[in-house]
């Protein structure tokens, strides 16, 4: 072989090397999550798991349409919110928990990693989807937080569908107070089985042009009472997003994230100690959320589009999708 040949050889070679080691680029991505706590295999119904999957799987879908298209993360992650809210299955939206009087007071929270945007509602009970409320609080008025009456009013003068107090009513979380109430504990979420569980949803997105962004939506915990809010709403607990660092969305037992400031704290160990996302995440859910009681769990994305799904309870509902792989959905820890 001459000196060109042998060039050649040497050439080809470093090519196919190159594009053997070579991952593919994720260039957008979304992660969602419906929920953790005690979701457990041995005690739901293959019909009830079922029900589950094909529900993430439809907020996966609305979500990623919008990227896939080259639209904003911000569409994508209200998209698959908006999704989950419409689901009973989950406690958000239309499934929500009761509180103590036996009324449906929703929180919600979304945050944009560009310009730190943020918008909020808590305790509003008349607002359909809260995600849409908490986007207009961070689009169209001057404040990060709204809420009770005056931030269902704002979201009504906004034009968002409103609904009768019946519309967020269903049977299996009505029991679910019963049956706290007789138990005489304070506050509880129950899942199917009666275990404990954390049905919050959210969603975290990266889009084309780099952007993240994070949104939470909840009922937040049976029988609460006295207004009582928990992180979903609270920028920095249970959401948070900086294009320099992550998006965060949790679900857990809010007393807990909102002290721990579990979203903020990943993102700023990701900012300040340089530590890769899936540390970061397990840093705070699996070691110092465990060390105080904390049971929940958090997705998070980051700009190079990797996905992180964290959770310290027996199960999580989560989904997850990118320009480079397929939706997948899961609940169980294996
Ligand atoms: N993570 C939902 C709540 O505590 O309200």
């Known amino acids: 072989m001459n000196l060109r040949g042998l060039l050649l050889c040497v050439c080809i070679a470093f090519l196919l090397m190159s594009c053997q080691s070579s991952e593919p680029e ?21 019909e009830v798991q079922n029900a589950y999957h094909q529900a993430l799987a439809s907020a996966l879908a609305a979500g990623e349409e919008v990227l896939r298209a080259g639209g904003p993360a911000l569409d994508a992650v209200t998209e698959a919110i908006q999704v989950m809210e419409d689901s009973p299955l989950f406690n958000a939206g239309r499934g929500a928990v009761f509180t103590h009087e036996g009324r449906n007071e929703l929180d919600a929270s979304i945050m944009v990693g560009s310009g730190l945007d943020a918008g909020a509602v808590a305790g509003v009970t008349t607002v359909k989807n809260p995600i849409l409320a908490a986007r207009a609080v961070m689009e169209r008025s001057p404040h990060v937080m709204l809420s009770g ?5 704002f979201a009504s003068e906004q034009g968002l569908e409103t609904v009768t107090p019946d519309y967020f009513y269903t049977e299996r979380r009505w029991k679910d107070l ?3 109430l007789q138990g005489g504990s304070e506050v509880a979420e129950i899942s199917e089985n009666g275990d404990w569980k954390f049905g919050t949803v959210g969603a975290v997105a990266l889009d084309l042009d780099g952007n993240l962004v994070a949104g939470t939506s909840t009922g937040g915990m049976t029988n609460k009472r006295w207004g009582r809010i928990g992180d979903s709403p609270v920028i920095g607990a249970g959401t948070y997003a900086a294009n320099d660092a992550c998006a965060v969305s949790a679900t857990g037992h809010g007393e807990y994230f909102i002290r721990r400031t579990v979203a903020r704290d990943i993102c700023a160990r990701v900012e300040f100690l340089g530590e890769d996302l899936k540390t970061a995440a ?3 859910v699996g070691e110092q959320l465990v ?17 992180v799904m964290e959770f310290n309870s027996k199960g999580m509902f989560r989904g997850s999708v990118n320009s480079a ?4 959905t899961a609940m169980f820890k294996d």
């Open 26 to 46: 994720v260039r957008w991505a979304l992660v969602i999550h419906g929920g953790a706590g005690g979701i457990d295999r041995d005690r739901m119904t293959p």
């Open 291 to 307: 060390a105080m009681g904390g049971s929940g769990g958090i997705i998070a994305v980051n700009r190079a589009g990797d996905m």
């Open 178 to 180: 019963q049956q706290v």
């Open 325 to 328: 792989q397929a939706a997948q």
């Open 282 to 284: 397990a840093q705070v």
């Open 149 to 153: 009456q005056g931030a269902d009013q």
